[in-house]
């Protein structure tokens, strides 16, 4: 089982400048390269500061330059918010400039808040057809001259300009949850990626079932990775309590999330408020008690220990999600922790 990063630059509020972050984000993703991780991700939202990457493509291509072996994924760009003669130029371009690095996910979509501004309101569930499309869209161009009539997108003969470095195509990278959105990755011979929030290792249990009944489905196509992103702290076994802040962090997240999500309340200058505390008393699995044993937090035995099951699952990849409110001190001790005394026991 290999290693990645998934990382955002993340504002909670005014006194951090976002160039700082920037550099933050680049020491991060350069640490996880000298570690001996795969891939950096990193995804695409727009006008919230709790999540800024309004394009994952400038900022890989960053990376790009400051890096040499990591690989670089938009993990993911929003189907609807983009066309595919777009998408096909932009990722092949950013293939380009790494020299053969790049892995392109793609998702539906989640944010209503993000669609009602940049999609006329469609109804992010009903991002899953724009997906379906873009996918084998994007692949097309990016062999060559292709002309597509579908039922979002029509265009006359285009390619992708330029080509992709690698060939016949970089990794392309499905975000599913649902049986169906299983089926069509592994169908279309994509990778998958799966997060389970909130919940425990039975959902990573019962995700993986998803995906392997996608691939028996599917004789036809080599079997694709699964990648399991989550939430990751790793504290020093001499503190009993280094859980404790990154449990709250993290619930202060997921209530963020909740906020976004919620789509009640108008942003102001890209912050809102995460949803109190008290909207969750009925909901034990966002105490911060509960996200204790649902993230993936602890020492690293512990997290070894997690992440054996994982790896005997037939997990492929494991992303170490490391937003979570906490400063960029207390992220870099635990990422050096992780590299230090978790990624040896697999190597």
């Known amino acids: 089982m290999r290693f990645s990063l998934f990382v955002h630059m993340e504002r909670w509020d005014e006194e951090t400048s976002h160039r700082e972050l920037f550099e933050n984000l680049t020491e991060l993703t350069q640490m996880a390269e000298a570690g001996g991780f795969s891939t950096v991700w990193v995804g695409e939202h727009h006008a ?11 900022i890989l291509a960053h990376l790009a330059a400051k890096t040499d072996t990591i690989r670089l994924g938009a993990g993911t760009i929003i189907a609807p918010f983009w066309h595919p003669v777009r998408a096909a130029g932009e990722t092949a371009l950013l293939d380009v400039i790494s020299n053969g690095r790049a892995e392109v996910g793609i998702a539906r979509g989640a944010y209503q808040i993000e669609f009602d501004r940049l999609a006329d309101g469609l109804a992010a569930s009903d991002g899953g057809k724009h997906l379906r499309e873009l996918v084998p869209a994007v692949r097309a161009l990016w062999q060559g001259d292709y002309a597509h009539d579908g039922e979002v997108w029509q265009f006359p003969t285009s390619t992708s300009v330029p080509k992709p470095v690698q060939r016949p195509t970089p990794p392309m990278w499905v975000a599913a949850r649902d049986p169906a959105s299983h089926d069509f990755a592994v169908s279309q011979g994509c990778n998958v990626m799966v997060t389970p929030l909130m919940k425990g290792d039975e959902e990573v249990a019962a995700l993986k079932d998803k995906f392997d009944t996608a691939v028996a489905g599917h004789p036809e196509v080599d079997r694709p990775d699964i990648m399991v992103l989550r939430h990751t702290h790793v504290h020093a076994p001499e ?55 649902t993230a993936m937090i602890g020492t690293p035995a512990e997290v070894i220990e997690r992440l054996r099951a994982y ?37």
């Not at 919230?48 to 400038?58: G, H, L, Q, V």
């Not at 979570?324 to 026991?345: C, D, G, W, Y």
């Open 311 to 347: 790896e005997e699952l037939g997990i492929d990849e494991y992303s170490f999600w490391i937003d979570n409110t906490l400063s960029h001190e207390e992220k870099r001790e635990s990422l050096q922790l992780f590299i230090k005394e978790v990624v040896p026991a697999f190597e």
């Open 48 to 58: 919230m500061e709790y999540t800024i990457s309004p394009s994952p493509m400038p």
């Open 239 to 293: 503190d009993p309590e280094g859980w404790r802040p990154a449990a709250e962090g993290i619930n202060r997240f997921y209530r963020t999330f909740d906020a976004w999500f919620g789509n009640k309340k108008a942003p102001v200058n890209g912050f809102l408020e995460p949803s109190p505390e008290e909207k969750f008393a009925e909901r034990p699995e966002f105490a911060p008690e509960a996200l204790r044993r």
